[in-house]
């Protein structure tokens, strides 16, 4: 069975441009989590979605959004970049939604902003 | 939110060698999972263990729920094993949250 997929794969943009990327989760998982990792702040959640529907969030402003289709693949869209949001950003999907569901992750998007 | 973390920090071993990671929590959570990150950033699923004691390999873990820690057990180590390790508890929030890793480096 594939694994989770997230691309582009890296990605260079400029101050004040958006960004989308994409994820793909692993056939049969229902529930896709994004995470931002960057070397001050470590590993932190984005957002959770489920059955098309945002379940949840972290403390992120207004510029970082997402979504989820029908066939489960999300996509994470950042607005008006900043230097600060270069990072990696990763995605992960697990069966359903639920503490007790494992989560799988992708190989990331490495964001770079210039 | 709770707060994790995790020791030591870093970590430097000859091939062969065995070592501990720890990882303590502040509030109870419903599971835990341990990860692997490679040198490319993808995060590896060692082990998701809310509670007791498993093993794959010459990996284990043991999560203590009631006492908030987990560790994991690195036995014979190899120069594969170089990356970093999360912990990551889970509580009715839903998210994981990520501990600030251990960074190990096995040298040959």
Redesign the interface.
């Given at each position: 069975k594939a694994g989770v997929t997230q691309t582009p794969r890296y990605l260079i943009k400029t101050r004040g441009q958006q960004v989308t990327l994409s994820c793909s989760p692993i056939s049969g998982h229902r529930s896709v989590?994004w995470?931002q990792?960057t070397p001050g702040q470590?590993?932190?959640?984005l957002f959770?979605y489920f059955s098309e529907t945002q379940?949840?969030k972290?403390n992120f402003p207004g510029r970082f959004s997402g979504r989820q289709f029908s066939n489960s693949r999300s996509e994470m869209n950042v607005s008006t970049l900043e230097l600060g949001d270069s990072a990696?950003y990763?995605c992960?999907s697990s069966l359903a939604?639920?503490?007790?569901y494992?989560?799988?992750?992708?190989?990331?998007t490495?964001l770079t902003v210039t | 939110g709770i707060q994790v973390e995790q020791s030591p920090p870093d970590l430097i071993l000859q091939e062969g060698a065995n070592s501990t990671l720890r990882c303590n929590f502040s509030d109870s959570?419903?599971?835990l999972?341990w990860?692997h990150q490679n040198p490319?950033?993808?995060?590896i699923?060692l082990f998701?263990i809310?509670s007791g004691t498993k093993q794959n390999g010459r990996l284990s873990a043991t999560t203590v729920a009631t006492e908030r820690y987990s560790l994991l057990y690195i036995s014979s180590s190899q120069t594969t094993d170089s990356g970093v390790y999360?912990c990551?508890p889970?509580?009715?929030?839903?998210?994981?949250?990520?501990?600030?890793?251990t960074r190990l480096m096995v040298k040959p």
């Open positions: 989590s995470y990792q470590g590993l932190q959640f959770e379940r949840n972290g990696l990763l992960a939604l639920g503490s007790s494992e989560q799988y992750f992708g190989p990331g490495r | 959570v419903n599971n999972q990860f490319w950033g993808q995060l699923n998701y809310p999360f990551a889970r509580n009715a929030g839903n998210m994981l949250t990520f501990g600030g890793g």
